[in-house]
């Protein structure tokens, strides 16, 4: 299966962990760009394939993503040297970052130089909106089948905007879609109710798994349901281990999780730590859950840093490594094959709602819209690569925002 190299998955991940700025929609798009578009590692609906069950388990998306290309393209290595490859700019600039937090009691500004990235990171999205949808839209297939699709893409991006959890209306797009695209294909053609059942034996996916799933999941549980009030660097990396298992959606999730335990439960942070934290997962590149490397060096220095860091990116690296091998296998069934379809569509749904969403909030003045206009043209009409874009965006916005 792995055709590639772990040098050039670390060239890759580690560019996008850079210029990564945007959110999960931004970092699919740029990598969407990057290893489906220009370097061909994979093909478009494969990709799509993993974009949608990604957004099934929990973990940072775009991380987990990061980590499937990795595994793609370079095997075990790839997906080690792909997911830390990713993390690691941002977690270092965190760190950097509570380092004059603590010594120096403020925040660096930055956001002139934010003000010309994020509207460029929209025409980023935008460039891979405008392809995955083509391919989640099935267009050499029967015309019913590309009307329902449609219509499922539309109503999931509509409940997501309207505020429906994202988790549920992946859930609901696939259920439902499923039984659409199975309905207009012919309920006999893969082999009726029972090929929804008919997924590959756990020993035949995973043949290094002799422990029970009962055993496994009673320690999992015993694990996560561990709390320790009183601070200390093994309580730390418990509490963003947990965080990194089991928490879904976008980063708001991520501050009710922070503000519910470190703030009020445990009393670790104060809310204007907590405040200054999420700031930082703003104006950093790459995942927002690092955010954590900031939180641990606040709380315990640079070992806390580093343990918080990789505890909540940890079990992305374990979901990857059991979900990878299970997608070919599922697309193979006719009934899972079109439970796919449908999240692959649900998933670029959730993509435009997300890019509705940032448009209101950032293209507020002509600035914006202006870098937006011009980095949109930029990549649909001349196929400039994300970070050139991005880049691009950043020198404009310093003098433009200056104007504004």
């Known amino acids: 299966m792995a055709t590639g ?20 929609a ?27 069950a990604t957004n099934l388990i929990p973990g940072p998306n775009s991380t987990e993503m990061m980590i499937h290309i990795g595994y793609q393209r370079a095997g075990w290595p790839g997906l080690i040297a792909a997911g830390i490859s990713f993390v690691l ?48 839209s099935k267009p050499r ?32 797009g696939g259920l ?27 020993h035949s996916i995973f043949p290094w798994a002799n422990q029970s799933p009962a055993s496994a999941l009673k320690w999992a549980a015993l694990l996560l349901a561990a709390t320790a009030p009183a601070l200390t660097l093994g309580a730390l990396g418990l509490f963003f281990l947990k965080v990194g298992a089991v928490l879904y959606g976008s980063g708001y999730v991520l501050v009710a999780f922070l503000e519910g335990d470190l703030v009020h439960e445990y009393g670790w942070l104060t809310q204007q730590q ?24 606040v709380l315990y220095g640079i070992p806390g840093a580093a343990v918080s860091a990789a505890a909540i990116f940890a079990p992305s690296f374990v979901f990857v490594a059991i979900l990878n091998p299970i997608v070919p296998r599922l697309r193979q069934s006719a009934w899972m094959g079109a439970f796919l379809d449908a999240v692959n569509v649900s998933a670029v749904g959730l993509m435009a709602a997300v890019l509705v969403r940032l448009t209101a909030d950032i293209v507020t003045a002509w600035p914006a819209a202006v870098i937006a206009l011009l980095a949109a043209a930029a990549v649909l009409r001349w196929r400039v690569t994300s970070a050139w874009v991005v880049i691009g965006g950043a020198l404009l916005g310093w003098p433009l925002s200056l104007l504004g």
Request: hydrophobic share 60%.
């Open 141 to 172: 297939e029967a015309v019913q089948t590309r009307i329902a699709l449609a219509v499922i893409g539309i109503a999931v991006a509509v409940a997501v905007y309207l505020g429906v959890p994202v988790i549920w209306s992946l859930i609901a």
């Open 89 to 136: 700019p941002a977690v270092l600039l965190s760190t950097l970052i509570a380092w004059i937090y603590v010594e120096f009691g403020a925040l660096p500004a930055v956001q002139p130089f934010l003000a010309g990235v994020k509207p460029a990171v929209l025409a980023v999205i935008l460039g891979a909106l405008w392809r995955l949808g083509l391919t989640a």
């Open 176 to 202: 439902l879609g499923m039984l659409a695209l199975r309905a207009i294909s012919g309920w006999d053609s893969g082999g009726g109710a029972a090929g929804l059942l008919a997924l590959p034996d756990s």
């Open 274 to 297: 907590l405040l200054d934290a999420i700031a930082i997962g703003q104006f950093t590149p790459g995942p927002v859950l690092s955010t954590a490397a900031f939180i641990g060096y």
């Open 26 to 52: 931004s970092h699919i798009a740029m990598l969407e760009d990057e290893a489906v578009a220009r370097r061909k590692w994979l093909t478009r609906e494969h990709f799509l394939d993993l974009v949608g």
């Open 5 to 24: 190299t772990v040098a050039e998955v670390v060239k890759l991940c580690g560019k996008l962990g850079i210029i990564g700025f945007g959110g999960p």
